[in-house]
């Protein structure tokens, strides 16, 4: 069995509660509370300004030439494509950007950004794997899972990570993952689990944090 496949079976209980939010919910049937889904976007804007650092890192420390281009095109893609689907998003609600992340936005962050900093490449890129799939597969639940969707006011959002081009980027993502953890020891592929786990369990809080509508307590 692939290391990505013995890691998804271990993140499933996480996704399937990723699935049971209520954000998650009420974003497939169309009744998400506007102000929840321009908070989860105004937090996904500053997650993905560091996202896009992250693999932009992971880039130059890739030896195969065709690994770092993928991950080159990960990038671009996080700050073009994504760009422009969270700024269509806020200028039609007439927003702008929170300069504040919220407690769940930060913690995630700072997680990636402390495996760039001090953990193998094969473990940066196992916690960034999340981001690519888990969003996959919900955006594939829900497209299954839909009754009505011509008049869901976020069906752009479902279809961007329900669609084919997302889902060719994610097996690549995949793909190289595997192709990695094959040349690491059960020692090394134990640290990509662990950092994939915890992401994934970082995605969970991030979606909930937007449900809530996450403040500082302090």
């Given at each position: 069995?692939?290391?990505?496949?013995?890691?998804?079976?271990?993140?499933?209980?996480?996704?399937?509660?990723?699935?049971?939010l209520?954000?998650?919910?009420?974003?497939?049937?169309?009744?998400?509370?506007?102000?929840?889904?321009?908070?989860?976007?105004?937090?996904?804007?500053?997650?993905?300004?560091?996202?896009?650092?992250?693999?932009?890192?992971?880039?130059?420390?890739?030896?195969?030439?065709?690994?770092?281009?993928a991950?080159?095109?990960?990038?671009?893609?996080?700050?073009?494509?994504?760009?422009?689907?969270?700024?269509?998003?806020l200028?039609?609600?007439?927003?702008?950007?929170?300069?504040?992340?919220s407690?769940?936005?930060?913690?995630?962050?700072?997680?990636?950004?402390?495996?760039?900093?001090?953990?193998?490449?094969?473990?940066?890129?196992?916690?960034?794997?999340?981001?690519?799939?888990?969003?996959?597969?919900?955006?594939?639940?829900?497209?299954?899972?839909?009754?009505?969707?011509?008049?869901?006011?976020?069906?752009?959002?479902?279809?961007?990570?329900?669609?084919?081009?997302?889902?060719?980027?994610?097996t690549?993502?995949?793909?190289?993952?595997?192709?990695?953890?094959?040349?690491?020891?059960?020692?090394?592929?134990?640290?990509?689990?662990?950092?994939?786990i915890?992401?994934?369990?970082l995605?969970?809080?991030?979606?909930?944090?937007?449900?809530?509508?996450?403040?500082?307590?302090?």
């Amino acid at each position: 069995m692939k290391w990505s496949e013995q890691t998804w079976i271990k993140s499933l209980p996480i996704y399937h509660k990723i699935l049971d939010l209520p954000f998650i919910t009420e974003l497939m049937n169309g009744t998400l509370a506007k102000e929840k889904f321009l908070f989860y976007i105004q937090q996904d804007v500053i997650y993905l300004g560091e996202f896009g650092k992250v693999l932009a890192g992971i880039v130059v420390r890739l030896k195969k030439q065709s690994h770092a281009e993928a991950f080159m095109k990960f990038a671009a893609d996080t700050i073009y494509v994504e760009g422009d689907l969270h700024e269509s998003f806020l200028k039609q609600v007439g927003s702008s950007v929170t300069t504040e992340p919220s407690p769940s936005c930060l913690l995630y962050t700072g997680h990636m950004r402390q495996l760039l900093s001090s953990a193998s490449v094969e473990a940066t890129m196992a916690g960034v794997l999340p981001c690519f799939w888990i969003y996959k597969e919900v955006g594939d639940y829900i497209l299954s899972n839909q009754t009505h969707n011509s008049d869901n006011p976020y069906q752009q959002w479902i279809n961007t990570y329900g669609g084919a081009d997302f889902e060719k980027a994610v097996t690549n993502a995949i793909n190289i993952c595997d192709e990695l953890a094959q040349q690491c020891t059960n020692e090394q592929q134990q640290e990509m689990t662990d950092a994939f786990i915890r992401s994934a369990k970082l995605e969970w809080m991030f979606w909930n944090s937007a449900w809530n509508m996450e403040q500082w307590p302090i």
